[in-house]
């Protein structure tokens, strides 16, 4: 099993700041690993894939970087929509393993 | 427009059985993975169980290996779990979701059908 972990569990930022958020992995998975956002009630929404590849449709404000254990998501200019919770999974083995999520407020 | 709708959500008792179907259209729904990805209330998100577009291939959870059955009908479009032995822990909304190919990242999502297991 690949564990997962990702932090902050809670990041609270005002609009216009930029944010990281992290997920470590337990062993290497090169580059398999996805970011999704969660809004309350809501499916979640892939925005990232292949660490670094934005999904059509997401904004570019939306980066990832990252390879093998180490992974960020970073939103360059925080927008009142994107206060969500955000997940890290990993695709590379089964069973597939989400990250504990992080919670973005408004600071 | 793809889309997934998951049904047979509902309150059943400790012990208790329930299958979650998933209506896909909108794809050649035979020609990708599917999942189901589970959330109970307040927490995050959990992968329950894959299968390949042809079936070949089925993993599971360890939280629920041996009580799930995850199953597909291609010519009806449609993805199964079939859950047995249920406990409160299973409580949550149960999301199928399809991979974009092969084994991949998660693309697309149903609105997710209610589980509550509880006496």
């Known amino acids: 099993v690949i564990w997962m972990t990702q932090s902050p569990s809670l990041l609270s930022a005002s609009t216009g700041d930029r944010v990281t958020i992290s997920c470590r992995m337990s062993?290497?998975?090169?580059?398999?690993l996805a970011w999704y956002q969660q809004k309350p009630g809501k499916a979640p929404e892939l925005l990232i894939y292949a660490a670094s590849t934005l999904q059509s449709g997401v904004p570019s404000r939306f980066s990832g970087s990252g390879s093998g254990t180490d992974f960020t998501l970073t939103i360059s200019c925080l927008q009142s929509e994107d206060f969500a919770t955000y997940y890290c999974q990993q695709y590379y083995s089964f069973p597939r393993t989400f990250g504990q999520g992080t919670k973005v407020e408004i600071k | 427009e793809v889309q997934l709708v998951e049904s047979g959500g509902g309150l059943v008792k400790p012990g208790g059985s329930l299958r979650l179907s998933c209506a896909a259209s909108g794809f050649t729904f035979s020609s990708y993975s599917m999942n189901w990805v589970r959330q109970a209330p307040g927490k995050g998100l959990e992968w329950v169980s894959s299968?390949?577009?042809?079936?070949?291939?089925?993993y599971y959870a360890d939280s629920v290996k041996g009580r799930f059955t995850i199953s597909r009908d291609n010519a009806k479009n449609s993805l199964y779990l079939q859950m047995n032995s249920l406990r409160a822990e299973d409580t949550a909304v149960y999301y199928c979701?399809?991979?974009?190919?092969?084994?991949?990242?998660?693309?697309?999502w149903g609105q997710g059908t209610l589980v509550t297991v509880s006496s």
């Open positions: 299968i390949s577009s042809s079936s070949s291939y089925i």
């Open positions: 979701a399809r991979e974009s190919s092969g084994w991949s990242p998660f693309q697309h």
């Open positions: 062993q290497g998975i090169s580059s398999y």
